[in-house]
């Protein structure tokens, strides 16, 4: 029986669809040949309207002007002025937070400086009756090595001379070797000489003089001397010993004070002072603190260009610490002024931008005044600029078409347009004549605006969306990618702009059709606008950068490219919806729109047929399972199989999931003629609903395919039983659906899941194999009965397909703790509750 019914159907004759007068106008090849024809018209100009005697061409005869005229040569005037706003025209601003660090630094060095001066404030330390200022400046800044040799060498000219008792002597020999501890300034613990320690380091003095460690003492090592010696003649020995400990003590500050120093050095990597800082006279010292104040907001108010080397700004320096600092601390100001200053100067985007625009305004245009029966050019003699537009703008020039390399170039267009069937049938099949028209007109728009010459007329971006989006990433890449070498072939464009359109227009084509959503869409445009500005900064830089085109030059122009790529992302973005309706395109992001359940249809499913709405999103689950394992479109799955049942809401209780255990109304109407008929106008009445909400054409494709012909067996053996009482003949054609039968593997496997969702439903305590050979027993009728022959659909598919099911199946049928009927303590329940 089912070889019969396929070979009648095989053989009768299909029905003709009406087409309309435009449907056959747009037959594959006269849209081949529409489409060739109107984009060489339109991306070919230069050729149809291309000058014989154009600039550097010889010119065949004497040619006069016609009559008196002022022409301006437009094209050299704007490049001028183009010129003019790109030039090396800059505006510079001081930028406070430069001079706030500059500030902050300078007080940090003041301060240390203080700090360090603190320490030896103690100055003159002794009586400069007994040891003069110079004595005590030299005393604390020698070596330790030298002092200790001061020290014995006074002892040995008052051991040839003594001044007073042996007993004096014997106790000053060793004073001169030993320390104590005393608290010096800063609360730190500092070694000054002692008197039970004597005897030791006056050995070690020796024994390093044994070792022929010499010293040599300069002239003020031997005022030293003489001082140290005059006063231990004139004083008593407590006195004496008293100055030795306050000038050991002096000599420790010192030290700590270098060491505080030395610390700006090994942090900043420079000497910011020197130890003349801790000899300066305080009154000295506040006039370098306050000059180099002075100094610094002078050099920092006259701005410190990043561009001036650094040597100058010494220079700078040198001439401002002339008057304002002391003469002798002029090298320590300077050195801490080259230190700590830096370029405080930066662009003033708005102001540089308003003087590049005056000074485009500022070129006058470049006009030509000729008078009638001038000369042009001359016979023989070569077309200069001036000639050239002369000729043209008095018509003039002999434009034409250039009739061999146009030929050329719509042999180029045919081939780039036989690229995009190829691609379209390998990549994307099944494209409709509806979406060759569409590709068409995004194709077009891209020269059709570049007529307008504005600043916003190339539309690669919205292009490489749009398509990318509607027909995936590898057929808008091909389509921005041979617009953008065909334009540049046909048309006098400016190809640093265009080369940055298309890399915006081929990144939105690579990374649209992984978006969900319009937001997702929306943040794309940001980084296609990035991508079209980046791309013409760095094409301007590598091409057009001379010294006196400054990369901060071109960054107003680098801004208004980006802001067009976004503009026109957001153009995409906003034409989007109204081509996927007007076209009738399915994208991600259409399909994930439909599948909300707040959408109108799906809450009217699930508040007026709550029963089909279950069983759908059951039926959802097994056919996205399916579709991903085989590799179908899991999105369109998902989206058709919520919609595929949306027709029984025209008569919910005529449909056994929604009789919730009530009545079956099919019982009360006794009749499966008319019982047949509500349940096959589930998939009619189906379909005008979803006309009637605009559903896409590929969705309302799963309501009627996802019955395909399949004969209602329930009613058909009713009324059969029925009739064989009255000795009447059944057609069983009136019991089956009016089809079509699946013509996708996206609607095959719809039915397939829809068969098989009420008998896994039915299973309680069926195993893995007793499921999978209910599921494949189904599978295996609706191949049997010639469901599945369009669908594309193979018997490996098929064994997958039962595979995934049973599998979703056991997922939604899991094993759970049965609870005990004696009542439980409430936490207990709690807790057996959480184990589940």
Known sequence: MHLTRLIERLLKPQKKEKISHWSKLV???????????????????????????????????????????????????????????????????IDQSVNQRVDQELAEILTLGNQARDIVANFPFVNVGILSTITQRHLRRISQDKWEAIKKRVEEQLQERPPGPESERATFASLTQNTVKVRGKNNNFIQQTSADEKLSEGSSILSANQKNISIVLNSKDKKAISELLTYRKKSLFDNYVRILEEVSQARNFYKEATILLDQKRENEGYEVYDRNLLELYDSTWQKTEKGIKVVKDRMLAQGLSPNFPKRKWVNGI??????????????????????????????????????GELAAQSVKPVEYKVRKNEVIVKKEEKINRKAFVLLDHFALSRRRVNWSRLVVFVCIVSASVGIVVIVGR?????????????????????????????????????????????YGSTMGVTLVGLISVIVTIGMDIDKIDWFASA????????????????????????????????????????????????????????GLRALTGLVWSIVALGLSPYLEHLFDIITPIRLSELANPNRPLLKRLASEAPGTFQHTLFVASLAEAAAREIGCDVELVRTGTLYHDIGKMHDPLGFIENQMGGPNKHDEIDDPWVSVEIIKKHVTQGLVMARRHRLPKAIRAFIPEHQGTMLIAFFYYQAKQKAEKKAKVIEEELFRYAGPIPQSRETGIVMLADSCEAALRSLKDATHKDALQMVKKILRARWQDNQL??????????????????????QYNHKRIAYPKAAMNPNRVKTAKSSC
């Open 27 to 93: 037959t594959s090849p006269m849209l081949v040949v529409l489409g060739v024809v109107s984009l060489t018209a339109t991306m070919g100009r230069r050729y149809y309207n291309q000058p014989e005697l154009k600039q550097g061409a010889t010119a065949p005869q004497t040619i006069l002007v016609p009559q008196d005229d002022t022409v301006r040569d437009r094209e050299l005037t704007d490049k001028k002025r183009d010129s003019a706003r790109l030039g090396d025209i800059t505006v510079m601003m």
């Open 318 to 355: 040198r001439t401002q610490v002339v008057d304002v600092l002391p003469l002798e601390t002029e090298d320590l100001a300077i050195n801490i002024l080259k230190n700590i200053l830096e370029p405080n100067l930066t662009k003033d985007q708005d102001r540089t931008s308003e003087l």
């Open 426 to 470: 390998k990549f994307k099949s099944g494209l409709r004549r509806r979406d060759h028209i569409l590709l068409l007109l995004l194709t077009l728009s891209g020269p059709l605006l570049l007529a307008w010459k504005g600043p916003w007329s190339i539309s690669l971006p919205a292009i490489g969306l749009l398509v990318g989006s509607f």
């Open 503 to 558: 890399a915006g227009g081929i990144v939105g084509s690579l990374v649209v059709q992984k978006m969900r959503s319009r937001e997702e869409q929306a943040l794309l445009g940001v980084g296609v606008g990035l991508t079209q500005g980046t791309v013409f900064l760095l094409t301007n830089l590598i091409l057009r950068a001379t010294p006196e085109l400054l990369w901060y030059a071109i960054i107003v122009t680098v």
């Open 789 to 810: 022959l369009d669908s594309g659909l193979t018997r490996g598919d098929l064994s997958s397909i039962a595979e995934i099911f049973v599998q979703v199946w056991e």
